[in-house]
T-cell receptor
Framework: DAGVIQSPRHEVTEMGQEVTLRCKPI?????LFWYRQTMMRGLELLIY????????DSGMPEDRFSAKMPNASFSTLKIQPSEPRDSAVYFC?????????????FGPGTRLTVT | AQKITQTQPGMFVQEKEAVTLDCTYD???????LFWYKQPSSGEMIFLIY??????QNATEGRYSLNFQKARKSANLVISASQLGDSAMYFC???????????FGTGTSLTVIP
């Protein structure tokens, strides 16, 4: 399997612009997670989906952030408008159910820089 | 209260020695899972080892073992025979099965000294 795929790997944008991050989970996985990692705040869970349905979005910082999962093989995280404090590495992760271990497989991350 | 606490921001270990990375957790859920992940400088997050709350024995995966002390709510990671490639950030994480909640610790930076 190709693993979790994220694009782009790097994104540099100006404040106020819309940013869209993309994720393709591992085929067959039914949970998908979006995380943000910064030096100051560490690794934060933003939102997660089960069978394409958002389950918990309490970690989404504010209304500027939105996430969708239109089908089992694709998810987006959108920031509109972006701000410099959104600069971080954004990870997508997926896992298969919670019956087994439920370990999450992470994508390589998208490094976002907002100037 | 923090759900996952990693009190060691940085650790050093001599190559070929063993090292223990501490993790304590807080939950009232009787069913939970504990995980350790490694994040090398390249940035990817790599799953290392898992311990279920009902598992009777400590988990082991190669040079990694998890010292699970349920009463103390600790899940320390032990790396035996450290290698230079073990230098990385290590994160402890917990999944509460009942509420399907996930928590990560703040991480411990491990440096292996030749």
């Amino acid at each position: 399997d190709a693993g979790v795929i994220q694009s782009p790997r790097h994104e540099v944008t100006e404040m106020g612009q819309e940013v869209t991050l993309r994720c393709k989970p591992i085929s067959g996985h039914d949970y998908l997670f979006w995380y943000r990692q910064t030096m100051m705040r560490g690794l934060e869970l933003l939102i997660y989906f089960n069978n394409n349905v958002p389950i918990d979005d309490s970690g989404m910082p504010e209304d500027r952030f939105s996430a969708k999962m239109p089908n089992a093989s694709f998810s987006t995280l959108k920031i509109q408008p972006s701000e410099p404090r959104d600069s971080a590495v954004y990870f997508c992760a997926s896992t298969f159910s919670f019956v087994s271990k439920g370990e999450q497989y992470f994508g390589p991350g998208t490094r976002l820089t907002v100037t | 209260a923090q759900k996952i606490t990693q009190t060691q921001p940085g650790m050093f270990v001599q190559e070929k020695e063993a090292v223990t990375l501490d993790c304590t957790y807080d939950t009232s859920d009787p069913s939970y899972g504990l995980f350790w992940y490694k994040q090398p400088s390249s940035g990817e997050m790599i799953f290392l080892i898992y311990q279920g709350s009902y598992d009777q024995q400590n988990a082991t995966e190669g040079r990694y073992s998890l010292n699970f002390q349920k009463a103390r709510k600790s899940a320390n990671l032990v790396i035996s025979a450290s290698q230079l490639g073990d230098s990385a950030m290590y994160f402890c994480a917990m999944r509460e099965n009942t509420g399907n909640q996930f928590y990560f610790g703040t991480g411990t930076s491990l440096t292996v000294i030749p």
